[in-house]
């Protein structure tokens, strides 16, 4: 994922819950604590490469440019996926790396019909935790205004090693509700976690657009089919992670005022919603650990004069317990939190320094479920994609140019 924070959610949130029951957060009650320099071992350097991306002729205007890659994962093995491309006039492609470093296959993506000539990839999200499938959530809108024209969502399944693609045109989604306005219809659809269940099937979780954004999820069965998706009207929220439970149901954390932990059963049916009073929703900065339990970044901030807006005191993690109570706390120090990512067990925290600026250093911190420090990565000031291993390790995607050409630097690294 591209490092940023999208900070226009939190604190412009106004939520009406009804027969919600709402879980008190014991902020006071004392937790093991760990220093504030977020201070561990660094990892260790398994293999760096460089990944040739699709080349791009449209101007370096966003997160995007100028290296075009629009979807970073995990694979099974320890390598990576990538999304690149899907620009005015250019086709999208899946590129996998063996764990090894080695390359795994490089193959187009088909374009949806009913979008234009010329389709441009909105977004793109990835699942590559399974050995027998990967699964790509790709939206497309037609080129020219972005907000602007028909919109086709697709969930992709390719099949290794004859990599055979299995491609599912989402339907036109009217959300009905029992709101008295009547249904709503949704225009777009963004994924921003894929997550497998424990039977196979495939949970999709983000954002919906029917104007302001929404947060909207969608589970899938195993040969891709959709099963149900849900929405609200609620805004602007959006999914923050989602998991698979052991009880073959499953778990999503919500971007809301205050923030906002759905579990659902096998059956698609809800079976709680704890809300955590005295925490605000930071995009993209908390993660499930379990089915009622997860890890946030916790910021608190100190009252400047009139007008000059709010410093960051202090920022710290914190393990919310299924109780709502804080079982650890994590001092950050001076830094804030960029993005907190998970695959399986592994967690990493992206932080940078408060107040520097748009393209600040950054630390890169691996933690446990419990909230335990694994190690320690710095990265220069620039752009990154990180994105966590299941063996507890981490991939770096950082942008390059080679002979003119865009290109991704990718390096994996372990544990110590």
């Known amino acids: 994922m591209t490092v940023h924070r999208r900070s226009w959610i939190a604190g412009t949130i106004v939520s009406i819950l009804v027969g919600v029951t709402t879980a008190t957060m014991a902020q006071n009650r004392p937790a093991p604590a760990a220093p504030d320099a977020l201070l561990a071992p660094a990892p260790r350097l398994v293999w760096e490469r460089i990944v040739d991306l699709p080349a791009t002729r449209t101007p370096a205007d966003d997160e995007h440019r100028p290296w075009n890659l629009r ?11 990538i999304v690149a491309g899907g620009t ?33 990839l909105r977004s793109a999200a990835l699942n590559g935790e399974g050995r027998d499938r990967i699964w790509v959530f790709l939206t497309w ?29 989402l339907p036109r989604f009217v ?13 777009e659809r963004e994924a921003t976690v894929l997550r497998r269940l ?13 104007g302001p954004p929404a947060w909207w999820f969608a589970r899938f069965t195993v040969d891709g089919t959709l099963f149900h998706e849900r929405t609200t009207r609620l805004y602007p929220t959006s999914v923050e992670d989602a998991r698979g439970n052991e009880d073959g149901g499953y778990s999503l954390l919500l971007v809301e005022a205050p923030p906002t932990l759905l579990r659902y059963g096998a059956d698609g049916k809800s079976k709680t919603r704890r809300s955590f009073e005295g925490f605000r929703s930071d995009g993209d900065c908390a993660v499930l650990t379990g089915a009622n339990t997860h ?13 000059h807006g709010d410093t960051l005191a202090r920022g710290r993690l914190v393990l919310v317990d299924a109780d709502g ?34 393209t600040p250093p950054m630390i890169v911190a691996g933690f446990t479920p419990t909230g335990e420090q694994r190690w320690r990565l710095d990265l220069p000031a620039g752009v990154a994609r990180v994105e966590p291993l299941a063996d507890g390790g981490v991939l770096v995607a950082r942008p390059g140019v080679v002979d003119g050409k865009p290109v991704v630097k990718l390096a994996r690294y372990r544990a110590p």
């Open 295 to 307: 890890l946030r970044y916790d910021p608190e901030y100190e009252r400047k004069q009139p007008d």
């Open 325 to 358: 109570g804080v079982a650890r706390r994590i001092g950050m120090g001076a830094n804030e939190c960029a993005a907190l990512r998970r695959t399986g067990d592994g967690i990493v925290l992206v932080a940078t320094p408060a107040g520097a600026g748009d």
């Open 141 to 169: 809108r037609p080129a020219g205004e972005p907000d602007v024209g028909p919109v086709a969502t697709q969930l992709i399944g390719i099949d290794g090693p004859a990599y055979r693609t299995v491609v599912r045109q």
């Open 198 to 210: 424990p039977d196979g099937s495939l949970l999709a979780g983000g954002t919906a657009y029917f």
């Open 71 to 81: 979807a970073l994962a995990a694979r099974g093995d320890g390598g990576a996926l």
């Open 175 to 187: 959300h009905r509700g029992l709101d008295p306005r009547g249904p709503l219809e949704v225009d």
């Open 88 to 120: 005015s006039g250019e086709a999208a492609r899946l590129i996998g790396v063996r764990g090894d470093g080695a390359d795994a296959f490089s193959m187009p993506l088909p374009a949806p019909a009913g979008v234009g000539k010329k389709p441009v």
